[in-house]
């Protein structure tokens, strides 16, 4: 260990408030330099004097001045103001506080996510799935074949879509407020052209329409 | 606090006055004296002292009872000769001080009286926080922990104020009594 950081240790150390395991550190030092030793004995040596005079001098109130400030002291209205109950509460009681309020509240919002049903399927993006098609001119005669059918519309209308992100609904045609809890269906066949729709109500009745 | 002090804070809250006097006058010198050795000016150091006393009085109903009641007012009597604004050396102070000393002759040996007042004028050259530092921990011999109590401050801050003070307080007692030093070697 160098002069220089032990130098920083001798203030304290000369008034006995160095920590031990630093004290007996500067100590093994000293065993072996002269210099830092003299210069503990320059603190010990002010210090001592500061004390010893300033412990010696000693002021005292004249006996008719402290009868008079005890007399002014008196006459004005006593402390009254009474410490607030939570004053009483430690600085450490109100830190762990709040570190339990906020851990509470993030479990229970995680708790919010996982418990929460899940969301209806977004209205929009249905929508958006399904871009208008050209109108095509129909036979009606014409029987339908599953095996010819070139595209399949669903539609979902319900009554959450006002729940709906709006940037969401922004991206994709306004959604109809209409009857809720309906979903229709609409098969279009690619060799005829035929279109049969179907709507669907919550008790999963349907009704077919052909055009 | 002790039992006496709690009794005696009882009485004055509850409306007797006359028992404020006996919880006080046990540190009626220690107050003045502190004040003084802050400000070193006595007609500053009993203004010091007076409304540290005042303070003590109207807010005694806040004091926390598992408290030192010792160190509550040496607490308020640092908060005020703060709100008072340390002066270094005034007016005041240095008439007091050409009042006591005699005009200096380098040739004539200090007297001890003389020694005294350059001694403590050594107090002169420390910040207000590393004097009141200093005057708890080395004249009035609190500990780390009540230094750092009265003041409001960490150990940690109390070591290092002190650290400080100890170390200019070395280096002006160095210079103006180069004599002290030789003696303890």
Known sequence: MNCSRVRKWIPLYAGADLSARKARRLEMHLERCADCGREIEEFRAALDGIRAVAGRETLDWPEAEWKGLMARVKSEKPGTRQVSPLSAIPKKAWAYGFAIILLLGIAALILRSILSPPAAPLLSEIITATPAQPSRSLKTDEAPSARYLRDVHFRVRTDRTEALDRATLAAGPTPEKTTQSLMSMTLVSQETGLKVHWTFNRNFEWKEKKP | ?185
């Open chain 2, 1 to 185: 606090m002790d039992e006496k002090e709690s009794r005696l804070v009882e009485l004055v809250l509850g409306g007797q006055t006359e028992a404020f006097e006996p919880l006080v006058t046990p540190y009626r010198k220690l107050l003045l004296t502190l004040a003084y050795r802050l400000c070193r000016n006595t007609e500053e150091a009993k203004e010091i002292s007076q409304e540290t006393l005042m303070r003590a009085f109207r807010y005694l109903g806040s004091f926390d009872r598992k408290r030192s009641f010792k160190n509550w007012l040496l607490q308020i009597e640092m908060n005020v000769w703060r709100s008072l604004g340390p002066r270094a050396a005034d007016e005041g102070t240095l008439r007091e001080l050409a009042a006591r000393n005699t005009p200096e002759d380098p040739e004539e040996r200090l007297t001890g009286k003389e020694v005294r007042e350059k001694l403590l004028a050594c107090l002169d050259g420390l910040s207000p926080r590393e004097r009141e530092v200093f005057l708890l921990r080395d004249i009035e011999s609190r500990s780390v922990k009540e230094t750092a109590e009265v003041l409001r401050i960490s150990a940690i801050s109390v070591r290092v104020h002190l650290s400080r003070a100890r170390d200019k307080i070395r280096e002006l007692v160095k210079k103006r009594f180069l004599g002290l030093m030789e003696e303890r070697r």
